[in-house]
């Protein structure tokens, strides 16, 4: 039966690896790299080998950088009174890709989920509790964890710590619903019960 040749293979393979790509995808991935010229494949394998050395961890919101501040923090354009609480790095992607957000973030790295084993001094919680108490223009907080259990979970034990400690900040939830272009006919119960109590003025 014929294979890829043994290193074109490992490469696949290792494609393979990586969420939302199946065997025939990332065997036509590893082919398509071959074709590419050798100095792209060069720069692209040295990227890839840097890529532990030179990201790390923003020292304020936790987002990825390179540097010891990631460029949102280091915006001074930014409005420094609203933080967006977030699960994860990827989650900031979606709000600045519509540039519909001017403040700053804070990643959680995680949500609670006790099914498995993560408790809330497993994420940055904590980090975000004692941001609150050093930044004082902090004004708003608002929740954007995923809109399921764990999330709504989350989003509540967040609330009432800064409830307690920091009772003049205002903490809002983002708004549930039907998203555009979607059919009631097909949305389950609990998103239009969000979307009634979520309802404005029209």
Same mark, same amino acid.
């Given at each position: 039966?014929?294979?890829?040749?043994?290193?074109?293979?490992?490469?696949?393979?290792?494609?393979?690896?990586?969420?939302?790509?199946?065997?025939?995808?990332?065997?036509?991935?590893?082919?398509?790299?071959?074709?590419?010229?050798?100095?792209?494949?060069?720069?692209?394998?040295?990227?890839?080998?840097?890529?532990?050395?030179? &990201?790390?961890?923003?020292?304020?919101?936790?987002?990825?950088?390179?540097?010891?501040?990631?460029?949102?923090?280091?915006?001074?354009?930014?409005?420094?009174?609203?933080?967006?609480?977030?699960?994860?790095?990827?989650?900031?992607?979606?709000?600045?890709?519509?540039?519909?957000?001017?403040?700053?973030?804070?990643?959680?790295?995680?949500?609670?989920?006790?099914?498995?084993?993560?408790?809330? +001094?497993?994420?940055?919680?904590?980090?975000?509790?004692?941001?609150?108490?050093?930044?004082?223009?902090?004004?708003?907080?608002?929740?954007?964890?995923?809109?399921?259990? +764990?999330? +709504?979970?989350?989003?509540?034990?967040?609330? +009432?710590?800064?409830?307690?400690?920091?009772?003049?900040?205002?903490?809002?939830?983002?708004?549930?619903?039907?998203?555009?272009?979607?059919?009631?006919?097909?949305?389950?119960?609990? &998103?239009?019960?969000?979307?009634?109590?979520?309802?404005?003025?029209?």
């Amino acid at each position: 039966m014929f294979d890829l040749p043994k290193n074109l293979k490992k490469i696949s393979l290792f494609l393979e690896q990586l969420p939302g790509i199946g065997e025939k995808t990332a065997n036509r991935l590893a082919l398509y790299m071959l074709r590419l010229p050798e100095n792209v494949l060069l720069e692209f394998s040295q990227a890839i080998a840097n890529l532990k050395s030179k &990201t790390k961890l923003c020292r304020r919101c936790f987002n990825l950088t390179e540097n010891d501040y990631c460029q949102i923090c280091s915006d001074s354009s930014r409005d420094q009174t609203t933080i967006i609480v977030i699960e994860q790095v990827y989650d900031i992607l979606s709000f600045e890709k519509g540039r519909i957000y001017h403040g700053l973030y804070h990643v959680l790295h995680g949500r609670i989920d006790p099914l498995n084993h993560i408790g809330p +001094e497993d994420i940055k919680i904590a980090e975000l509790l004692n941001r609150i108490k050093k930044e004082s223009q902090i004004k708003e907080i608002i929740l954007a964890t995923n809109p399921n259990l +764990e999330g +709504e979970a989350t989003a509540m034990f967040i609330k +009432e710590k800064i409830e307690k400690n920091y009772p003049s900040i205002k903490i809002s939830r983002i708004g549930y619903g039907l998203p555009i272009g979607a059919s009631i006919e097909y949305a389950d119960y609990m &998103t239009l019960k969000k979307s009634l109590e979520g309802r404005m003025k029209y």
